[in-house]
């Protein structure tokens, strides 16, 4: 019974040892992409930005620096500077909506105007 035990730990752990670098790569990755969002954001001006960490808290402000590994947040309040590592960070948003989502709420009141036309359209053909 110990045998059969020791071999499938041991097969498992030869299957699973290569996803091990591949995992780390990713992460590097995703490190490379926040960054470069961070150094994007500082550029264009849009500093203002809401910050969710690994660790499931956010955190709102805006970047005043940028270095090698990390990122200045200040508070908007308090003008108080926190220092946030790239690797801490899960996902970067601006404030407000995206041009994206302001689109489509354009988009969905232009299609009920027509919808609202096109019924009274129908509804006052005959009149």
């Known amino acids: ?32 992409k926040i960054k470069a969002d961070i150094v994007k954001r500082l550029n264009k001006k849009e500093e203002h930005v809401k910050v969710r960490l690994r660790n499931g808290s956010q955190v709102k402000g805006y970047i005043t620096q940028t270095s090698e590994n990390s990122f200045t947040l200040a508070n908007e309040k308090t ?31 232009g299609a009920g105007i027509f919808a609202a036309m096109l019924a009274y359209a129908f509804t006052h053909l005959w009149d």
């Open 1 to 32: 019974m110990k045998r059969t035990l020791t071999t499938l730990f041991l097969v498992s752990a030869i299957c699973l040892c290569p996803f091990g670098p591949a995992a780390r790569a990713q992460q590097l990755d995703r490190t490379a």
């Open 79 to 109: 003008h108080a500077g926190t220092e946030i590592a790239y690797a801490d960070v899960a996902n970067v948003e601006g404030r407000g909506m995206s041009k994206t989502k302001k689109g489509l709420i354009a988009a969905g009141i």
